[in-house]
């Protein structure tokens, strides 16, 4: 069972929680009083579930924008983010049909979906279909219920070393920027998403995409940049490495090292873990490809438009999943508590990771075997992102004991994945980070 915004609302609870929200987020309160906020359905805000990096016949995908449109939508998401690589699907495009990544298998599905004003043509005793672009697509298939969103994935290198980032309701293509080091490339293209939005006033989101893919990030790289303050802790394409191998860190890892650097010595904002797809194939679902319906956000927002996503996502309410999902969360410097939507016969387990103030944050190249150091995360001490407590069950709370400078959670269930990015993968979630009381 995928969650979904209608199973995930709580009835009963909407005048007294409403007020709680309300009062917790807008009011002024003594400094010496700690504030929670707690994450639930009710009132005007509501769950919404979506992907926010998909792949399309615009770019390296094997399939049309509004095939895969309709997927997600009859698969119980409320909205989706095309992000295709550096292009915008806004110009006029042809593909032979016979050429087209997947080929007839594409067509025909498009031809049964979709057959009223589809635009074909014979070019040298070849079928060419035109791609419809993202606003034909949006008039289609969005819904009241359902919202498309236009994305782009920059994806630009340094060296041989990829480095992707996906821009959210872009208004305009962002060519990739380039830079004299990774680092530099990462700046360079977040802030050509900060420009755009501020000069255009329409709300964007920008987050890295997959660290591991090729190996082309380290903590190192990911905790300086500015204007970003997100990332792809769970990407569903087989080949992105999430768990990482004996000489690279994984995505859990580097987020670990780069909250805690962020908060001892860099002073910038937490960052945040999404869960995406990056789906690239649609036609033999499940199988080891690039598939849709691996990993996604579930967002508390007042309204399913991308201004309150995106305002919703920024001030970090939200989970990332690849299954589980979460009734409830309750979040302050005080500590963390989580009530998970229960399935019968499967069992969960949250840990409670975090960093204590005073740890070890000395660190030590990683080298091969013949002593030359790598271009990969630096090892840290067990001390950075430790897991401060487990807890079986349905229920998970902990107390912070004054000393954590941040906590966050992962909930991983019984129950495998049924199509997973790794093999031997768990359904499981990620709760976002909150300052804990060491971080003052």
Not at 28 to 34: G, Q, T
Not at 175 to 191: C, F, H, I, T, Y
Not at 310 to 336: C, D, K, M, N, P
Not at 406 to 420: D, E, F, G
Request: hydrophobic share 35%; glycine share 8%; with cysteine.
């Amino acid at each position: 069972m995928t969650p979904s915004r209608n199973a995930a609302r709580t009835f009963g609870l909407a005048a007294l929680v409403v007020a709680v929200l309300a009062a917790a987020v807008l009011l002024p309160r003594p400094a010496s009083r700690i504030e929670a906020r707690t994450l639930v359905a009710a009132g005007d805000m509501q769950w919404y579930r979506g992907n926010l990096h998909t792949h399309s016949l615009w770019s390296d995908g094997d399939d049309f924008l509004e095939n895969i449109a309709l997927w997600y939508r009859d698969h119980g998401y409320d909205f989706l983010c095309f992000t295709d690589h550096n292009v915008l699907a806004r110009t006029q495009r042809w593909v032979d049909v016979e050429k087209a990544k997947s080929g007839r298998k594409a067509y025909e599905r498009l031809k049964a979906q979709f057959p009223d004003g589809l635009d074909e043509r014979t070019v040298d005793d070849r079928l060419e279909v035109r791609l419809r672009t993202f606003d034909e697509v949006r008039q289609l298939v969005a819904r009241p219920d359902f919202l498309l969103v236009q994305g782009e994935e920059i994806s630009d290198k340094f060296d041989k070393l990829p480095i992707h980032l996906n821009a959210s309701n872009v208004r305009e293509l962002i060519p990739p920027r380039g830079g004299d080091s990774v680092a530099e490339v990462l700046q360079n293209n977040v802030d050509a998403v900060v420009a755009q939005r501020e000069r255009t006033k329409q709300p964007m989101l920008v987050h890295v995409n997959h660290p591991n893919f090729r190996w082309g990030l380290t903590a190192e790289d990911l905790m300086r940049v500015r204007g970003e303050n997100f990332f792809e802790v769970y990407n569903g394409h087989p080949e992105v490495h999430n768990t990482g191998d004996a000489e690279h860190a994984s995505t859990e890892r580097i987020w670990d090292i780069i909250l805690t650097k962020r908060i001892t010595e860099l002073d910038l904002p937490l960052m945040y873990g999404l869960a995406t797809d990056d789906g690239h194939s649609y036609h033999r679902i499940p199988s080891r490809d690039s598939e849709p319906g691996r990993g996604w956000v579930m967002v508390l927002a007042a309204e399913l438009t991308p201004a309150s996503l995106i305002e919703a996502l920024e001030a970090g309410r939200f989970y990332a999943s690849s299954g589980v999902a979460l009734e409830q969360v309750t979040s302050s410097s005080a500590g963390l508590e989580i009530q998970i939507r229960s399935e019968p016969g499967v069992t969960y387990k949250t840990e409670f990771i975090g960093t204590r103030k005073g740890a070890n944050l000395d660190s030590e190249p990683v080298r091969d075997k013949d002593g030359k150091e790598l271009p990969v995360t630096r090892r840290y001490s067990p001390d950075v992102g430790a897991v401060l407590a487990t807890v079986e069950g349905s229920n998970a709370k902990y107390e912070c004991r004054g000393d954590e400078l941040y906590v966050r959670a992962r909930i991983t269930s019984s129950k495998p994945h049924p199509n997973p990015s790794e093999i031997g993968d768990l359904e499981s979630a990620w709760v976002q980070p909150v300052r804990g009381p060491g971080a003052k």
